[in-house]
């Protein structure tokens, strides 16, 4: 394999289709209703060519541009920069997906920023302009060097913090904001152990803080009853996600007093991002596990986000691209941090890209397998007619039973159906 050879785009295309969603999808502090499929092509000068898949989440890319500027104006200017960034492509000879990004990340930032005329834009409404297009570069860079497996693609570097093989993969069911409490329930009897709850609800903190406690009560008492054989006490357990929106450690640390004080304290898992990322306070004494994930755009963020006490670093392959989140998470495992992976609400084939890098993390703590997030099939309309763009839709490592995808050889085999065509979005273009 000619790992240095060179590969020049030629020809680049974009589309998008957008996918309604069941009900508006709550988190900091505000509320989606669709969600932009982005679909991109690259073409080399061998002929040779690829197609990406990403998906826009504006409120979780930029909070402020969202409400700025609105869903649909917001969509259309991440996709805009998009495709200002196929153009520039075309100029940037690259030998692999990592340095192609490295390389062009300086100019994606500057235009970023011009585009949305917004000089303070989040990084990660960069990051996630980007997803389609690295997707495209990592399966065109396995093409020009015919490699088939996503294990032959993942860089020397890496591969020892990539080195796990899980036969097993815990799925966080997500509660956003307005989820009616019967259909938590409903997930619990059909097996789902592990309840990913939306925190920082819209309003002031004392109005988020408030309802935060209120809505962790009812559901604490809606699944007290139900047992799993995934624990060590047989009880579910819960994560949490602020996306950042409480100010202070302070504010957070009532909400925990209160976990502690109706008993679901012991069942916290993991804490996402509680407090907003210009936060500096320390947290190394705060008694359950928090992750960091909008405020680690890259390795060294995560090294400075466990410093400041954080004891998980949450990957997102599907929202920062793979081509960061494996940097991110070689820093986490040579720190002895582990990692899980989050949800952007991503189709179903993106789920497979995004397991193929959870399963590879070490197992995570207390629940002895990976952890991952997938939240489409509670919040898309036509999740049903989504999964059947999927090459592999029939296999039964895309099926969550009980709460837990299963992956056997054939998962590992063809890598989740990951380098197969999928002939719904490629007819889009």
């Given at each position: 394999?000619?790992?240095?050879?060179?590969?020049?785009?030629?020809?680049?295309?974009?589309?998008?289709?957008?996918?309604?969603l069941?009900?508006?999808?709550?988190?900091?502090?505000?509320?989606?209703?669709?969600?932009?499929?982005?679909?991109?092509?690259l073409?080399?000068?061998?002929?040779?060519?690829?197609?990406?898949?990403?998906?826009?989440?504006?409120?979780?890319?930029?909070?402020?541009?969202?409400?700025?500027?609105?869903?649909?104006?917001g969509?259309?200017?991440?996709?805009?920069?998009?495709?200002?960034?196929?153009?520039?492509?075309?100029?940037?000879?690259?030998?692999?997906?990592?340095?192609?990004?490295?390389?062009?990340?300086?100019?994606?930032?500057?235009?970023?920023?011009?585009?949305?005329?917004?000089?303070?834009?989040?990084?990660?409404?960069?990051?996630?302009?980007y997803?389609?297009?690295?997707?495209a570069?990592?399966?065109?860079?396995?093409?020009?060097?015919?490699?088939?497996?996503?294990d032959?693609?993942?860089?020397?570097?890496?591969?020892?913090?990539?080195?796990s093989?899980?036969?097993?993969?815990?799925?966080?069911f997500?509660?956003?904001?307005?989820?009616?409490?019967e259909q938590?329930?409903?997930?619990?009897?059909?097996?789902?152990?592990?309840f990913?709850?939306?925190?920082?609800?819209?309003?002031?903190?004392?109005?988020?803080?408030?309802?935060?406690?209120?809505?962790?009560t009812?559901?604490?008492?809606?699944?007290?009853?139900?047992?799993?054989?995934?624990?060590?006490?047989?009880?579910?357990?819960?994560?949490?996600?602020?996306?950042g929106?409480?100010?202070?450690?302070?504010?957070?640390?009532?909400?925990?007093?209160h976990?502690?004080?109706?008993?679901?304290?012991?069942?916290?898992?993991?804490?996402?991002?509680p407090?907003?990322?210009?936060?500096?306070?320390?947290?190394?004494?705060?008694?359950?596990?928090?992750?960091?994930?909008?405020?680690v755009?890259?390795?060294?963020?995560?090294?400075?986000?466990?410093?400041?006490?954080?004891?998980?670093?949450?990957?997102?392959?599907?929202?920062?691209?793979?081509?960061?989140?494996i940097?991110i998470?070689?820093?986490?495992?040579?720190?002895?941090?582990?990692c899980?992976?989050?949800?952007l609400?991503?189709?179903?084939?993106?789920?497979?890209?995004?397991?193929?890098?959870?399963?590879?993390?070490?197992?995570?703590?207390?629940?002895?397998?990976?952890?991952?997030?997938?939240?489409?099939?509670?919040?898309?309309?036509?999740?049903?007619?989504?999964?059947?763009y999927?090459?592999k839709?029939?296999?039964?490592?895309?099926?969550?039973?009980?709460?837990?995808?299963?992956?056997?050889?054939?998962?590992?085999?063809?890598?989740?159906?990951?380098?197969?065509?999928?002939?719904?979005?490629?007819?889009?273009?």
């Amino acid at each position: 394999m000619e790992k240095d050879r060179t590969i020049q785009i030629i020809e680049t295309d974009s589309a998008f289709e957008i996918e309604k969603l069941i009900r508006p999808f709550g988190f900091k502090g505000a509320y989606l209703t669709e969600l932009w499929q982005i679909v991109t092509k690259l073409r080399a000068s061998s002929s040779l060519e690829s197609i990406g898949l990403s998906n826009q989440s504006i409120l979780y890319g930029d909070a402020d541009l969202f409400i700025k500027y609105g869903e649909t104006k917001g969509n259309a200017l991440m996709y805009a920069l998009t495709n200002s960034t196929l153009n520039l492509i075309k100029e940037t000879p690259f030998t692999h997906p990592i340095s192609l990004q490295e390389k062009i990340f300086p100019d994606l930032i500057s235009s970023g920023k011009s585009i949305t005329n917004k000089a303070d834009l989040h990084i990660n409404f960069i990051l996630n302009s980007y997803v389609g297009i690295d997707h495209a570069a990592w399966l065109l860079f396995a093409a020009e060097h015919g490699l088939e497996t996503f294990d032959a693609l993942i860089p020397a570097p890496y591969q020892s913090a990539l080195s796990s093989k899980s036969d097993r993969l815990a799925v966080m069911f997500q509660i956003p904001y307005g989820m009616p409490l019967e259909q938590i329930k409903e997930a619990a009897q059909s097996g789902y152990f592990v309840f990913k709850i939306k925190t920082g609800y819209p309003g002031d903190q004392q109005t988020m803080l408030q309802h935060d406690q209120e809505r962790l009560t009812q559901i604490h008492q809606a699944l007290q009853a139900y047992r799993t054989p995934h624990t060590k006490d047989g009880k579910v357990l819960y994560t949490m996600d602020a996306n950042g929106r409480y100010e202070k450690k302070e504010t957070f640390l009532k909400y925990l007093q209160h976990a502690e004080s109706i008993g679901a304290a012991k069942q916290i898992l993991l804490y996402e991002e509680p407090l907003m990322e210009s936060n500096e306070e320390d947290i190394s004494d705060v008694p359950i596990r928090i992750g960091a994930d909008e405020s680690v755009h890259d390795e060294q963020g995560a090294i400075v986000a466990i410093q400041k006490g954080y004891r998980a670093i949450i990957l997102k392959g599907i929202a920062k691209t793979l081509s960061m989140s494996i940097k991110i998470a070689k820093a986490a495992w040579e720190k002895g941090i582990p990692c899980a992976c989050s949800d952007l609400t991503v189709n179903p084939i993106l789920v497979d890209w995004h397991k193929n890098l959870a399963c590879r993390v070490l197992p995570f703590p207390d629940i002895g397998m990976g952890l991952i997030e997938t939240n489409g099939d509670v919040n898309y309309i036509n999740w049903e007619k989504m999964c059947t763009y999927h090459p592999k839709n029939n296999a039964n490592w895309t099926k969550i039973k009980q709460g837990v995808f299963y992956l056997n050889e054939d998962f590992y085999a063809t890598s989740g159906g990951i380098f197969e065509s999928a002939e719904h979005y490629s007819s889009l273009l």
